[in-house]
C-alpha cells in the first residue's frame, strides 16, 4: 500500500468499517455526531480516500464502499512505523512497547503463542 492514510482519513474509514457500504451523506451525519465535522470536511475527505483508492463511491445515492480492510492498513502502518522508527528491528519495537508495561501472566502467555507459531 503506497499512500498513507492521514488521520482525518482513518476517522472516515473507522466509520465504513463499521458501517460497511453507506452513502457519503450517512457518513457526513455520523462525523457530525461522533466528530463534531461539517458536511463539507466529510465530503472533502472522502474525495480523497477516493482518489487514494481507499474508497469506491457509486452512484445513485454517494455510496461509499471500503476497498481495504481494516486489517491491510493496520499492517501496513505497523511495518511504516517499524520501518521509520526501528530500523526494521522487530525486538527494539516490542522492546519499546513493554519497556513501563506491566503485563498479566495471561498476556505474556498469549504473546509467547503468537511468536511460538511464527
Known amino acids: 500500500m503506497q499512500d498513507k492514510l492521514f488521520d482525518s482519513e482513518a476517522k ?23 466528530i463534531g465535522w461539517n458536511k463539507n470536511t466529510t465530503y472533502t475527505v472522502i ?5 487514494k483508492g481507499f474508497i469506491r463511491r457509486d ?3 454517494f455510496i461509499c464502499t471500503p476497498l481495504v480492510s481494516r ?8 511495518s511504516s512505523l517499524l520501518n521509520k522508527f526501528f530500523g526494521g528491528s522487530r525486538k527494539a519495537l516490542f522492546s519499546a512497547l ?8 495471561k498476556e505474556i502467555k498469549e504473546l509467547k503463542d ?4 511464527r
Open 12 to 34: 472516515v474509514m473507522e466509520i465504513l468499517w463499521e458501517k460497511g457500504a453507506v452513502s457519503a451523506k450517512e457518513v457526513s451525519l455520523i462525523a457530525a455526531d461522533t
Open 47 to 51: 474525495k480523497k480516500l477516493e482518489a
Open 59 to 61: 452512484d445513485p445515492g
Open 71 to 78: 486489517e491491510e492498513i493496520q499492517k501496513s502502518e505497523a
Open 98 to 105: 513493554l519497556e513501563d508495561e506491566k503485563l498479566s501472566d
Open 114 to 117: 503468537l511468536i511460538d507459531k
